[in-house]
């Protein structure tokens, strides 16, 4: 027997059921308190926290974060995380770490410093900081060579080009295998003959990436990028490349348990799983905008002919959402937000414009590679060839290039194909005919190389047009959480609108840091901020950019 049909009335009553059931799913997850488990210094886990006063934790975009826990001093595991001494003669070692879980995010850290306060009510409270994993990356160097000891660095710099995911992460694999490989410098345990080999086998590393092909990196289109380092930090090499490809960095410890990071992975428990990841799709057709009349509006960021301008072609019909999507609605897919905030909304909201200025890019100061050699090697043959076979009085004067040369050199060094002047002509087309005129990038390295075209491009870039926008959401329909079991997360788009503004413009933001606070007399509480931190200058990132270009630059003209 078949069953008989849902009339309409039995439809909608599933629908509110289903409606409601859902409801009380977001509900418990944000009721939900955190699982917070204590490991050692080895990683291995100590304790799970189960009596904590507070709990603050912060997780930046491509920065280091903090996660700070409050707990009685007289808790068995504040009085082990107090006892340095006793950690280390135990063998469980100084540092110690911890996991936070809340809605699928795994926030994990490192202890950076301890305090023991005393409260109004005489309580004793033991208040430790965590710095996020991220802080790892901070602390590698990037070597000119990383498969030669230091006593020998040959090329001076290291240069790698191609998508931007796969060249920073083979930048990064390669001087973490210098670290854990023992060809070039005594490992930790040099007693112990095993160790020397240890380098060679990733399942012992503390710090792995997830692989990424170049041909996985070239198909998915990902924005170019040239890393370039003589001894300088990955992560101040990286910030600026993962700004222009709107990447972001994953970090996500992973214990026994969890799913295998990628097929086949061999990895210790406790290893620190790197990945950098398009959750942008900026180039592949993301929203950027809109009107509550119209609806979001999609566009493509492209680089026009000279290569140094961006522009963004507005895409025409519906956004294509995955499929898969609407099977848990727990995720927002790459480059569509799924979370709107209208104008009515109880969220704080900044939004920021300011104009591009100048119309025309100036940078140079050395002629490029061989210029200046050509004419010094020309100026001495002619007057070598002139002079050879001359006579005054009867005694020959014999070769006087090098002379004439050494006289002549301040006139003729720098001056042929040392400066470069880049005109905007989109830009020109659309400021108007008032205008800013000339913006100069100062290059200590050579003109006409491809550090000046790096320089010139991050002139562009200092000087387009600024768009800061800051939510600041608490609480509401959504669930701040990992894909799979919140709607958005770090990283992820977001859409708003602002009260008053009669155009009814939406603006579009990535969420670039998100806070979560959890005390005993409140359930958990998550707050996002979409778009620039409020904490970093415009200015000062500009001013940091050109001076990594022009340092970078620099290192290219002693190659």
Known sequence: MTAPAMTLEDQCEAIWE?????DR?????????????VFD??????????????????????????????????????????DDRGRMKRGEGENFHVDVEHNGVRLSGRYDSKTVKKDAKGQRLLVVTFLTDYENLKWVDCWSNPFLPA??????????????????????????????????QIPDDPMNPMTWLDGLDMSNWDIVIK???????????????????????????????????????VTRRWRKGDPEPWPGADIKDGALVVDIVDKSGHREGAANGGTIFDGLTRTIRESIGDMFEDIEVELTGEPSWPSQFYSTMFETPKGFPFVHFPADYPTETEFTTSPSKGIIINTGGQ?????????????????????????IAGYGIGPQGGAVDAILKPFYTDTVLAWISVKLPHRIAQQGSSHLLEYHVDLPGKAYTLSSLMAIRSGVKATERQRHGKVTSVGGPYVVGWKGSGHFYKGDRGSFEIAGDESGEIHVERCTKTTFDWAADHFAQWEAEFGAPADRDPVEQII??????ASAASMIGVW
């Open 151 to 184: 006593i020998f660095q040959f090329p001076r710099i290291f240069l790698l080009a191609g998508p931007a995911i796969w060249t920073l992460k083979t930048a990064l694999f390669l001087n973490l295998l210098r670290i854990y490989s023992s060809i070039w």
């Open 25 to 37: 799913r977001v509900e418990a997850m944000q009721e939900t308190p955190p699982g917070i488990f």
């Open 367 to 391: 002629s490029a590679p061989g210029v200046n050699e050509a004419m010094s090697a020309g100026i001495q043959s002619l007057v070598d060839l002139a002079t050879s076979n001359l006579n």
């Open 544 to 549: 940091k950019m050109i001076s990594d270009v």
């Open 211 to 249: 692989p990424t092909t170049l041909l996985q990196d070239l198909a998915a289109g990902t924005t170019w990028a040239l890393f370039m380092s003589r001894w300088g930090k990955w992560d101040d090499i990286a910030s600026p490349i993962m700004a222009d490809g709107e990447l972001s960095v």
């Open 41 to 82: 210094g080895h990683q291995r886990l100590q304790h799970l926290l189960l009596d904590v006063v507070e709990v603050h934790a912060e997780d930046k975009e491509n920065d280091t974060g903090s996660i700070d826990l409050t707990i009685p001093f007289d808790h068995p595991v504040a009085q082990w995380m107090n």
């Open 18 to 22: 289903a409606t409601l059931a859902e």
